[in-house]
């Protein structure tokens, strides 16, 4: 179902990996009315096919570089785009990340999608919380599906697709630690920059939040009034 008093809606969703924003994403779009663009799911599917922005991507990563704000605003836009006659809700995970990637998002939307507002749900974890998460973490590797798992299910295989679950390679503590600091270093400036461009930032702390009752929570946050982000 789309958000009730807005028909149409791009909503960005922000925070460090193993927040729960995938998690979300997943249990909205099937419930219907919502599809979910994951940015890392969609650059790894472009790896795996070897497409134009597949090769970029890959030579970039090798590098332990991280993808340049215009080229990953360049695939963003062209999906929203290719979706824009979708009439429900528009999820973002993993993009915008940066300050400039926030302006690029707010021209992409004011010259392409004016039919949709948008706004973003800032995912909020502490260091501690997270990093026990994210070791316990196994995702499917089916490019098209990436269910994640908790290695206390004690599954080898997607309940989904069937496809075996692996542990990636960011989820290793030396890739998360770095992943972390990368975050922290652009989150208050993506913070500023939604500011200065109008667009409402919802807070949903995660903390106490047990993987069963996340959507829900998330619905309650994103219905509450006054929960902005300064």
Not at 95 to 123: G, K, S
Request: aromatic share 6%; proline share 3%; charged share 25%.
């Amino acid at each position: 179902m789309a958000h009730q008093g807005l028909k149409r809606e791009v909503i960005a969703f922000f925070g460090p990996p193993g927040s729960g924003k995938g998690t979300v994403a997943q249990i909205w779009q099937q419930r219907g009315g919502v599809i979910s663009l994951s940015t890392g799911s969609l650059c790894r599917q472009h790896i795996q096919e070897q497409t134009v922005h597949g090769k970029e991507f890959k030579q970039l990563l090798d590098k332990g570089l991280l993808i340049p704000d215009a080229l990953m605003s360049a695939m963003v836009g062209d999906w929203l785009i290719a979706h824009k006659d979708h009439e429900g809700v528009i999820l973002l995970d993993g993009y915008p990340r940066t300050a400039e990637q926030v302006r690029q998002w707010h021209e992409i939307m004011v010259r392409d999608m004016v039919e949709f507002a948008h706004r973003v749900v800032l995912f909020e974890i502490s260091d501690n919380v997270l990093v026990d998460r994210l070791c316990q973490r196994l995702t499917c590797s089916n490019s098209r599906c990436q269910k994640v798992y908790s290695l206390t299910e004690s599954l080898s295989t997607c309940l989904d697709c069937g496809s075996a679950l692996v542990r990636r390679h960011d989820d290793e503590p030396e890739v998360i630690a770095q992943r972390l600091n990368v975050y922290a270093g652009h989150k208050r400036a993506l913070l500023a920059a939604c500011e200065t461009q109008g667009v409402e930032v919802k807070i949903f702390n995660v903390d106490e939040v047990p993987f069963k009752n996340m959507f829900e929570c998330f619905l309650k946050v994103l219905s509450e009034k006054g929960c902005v982000a300064k």
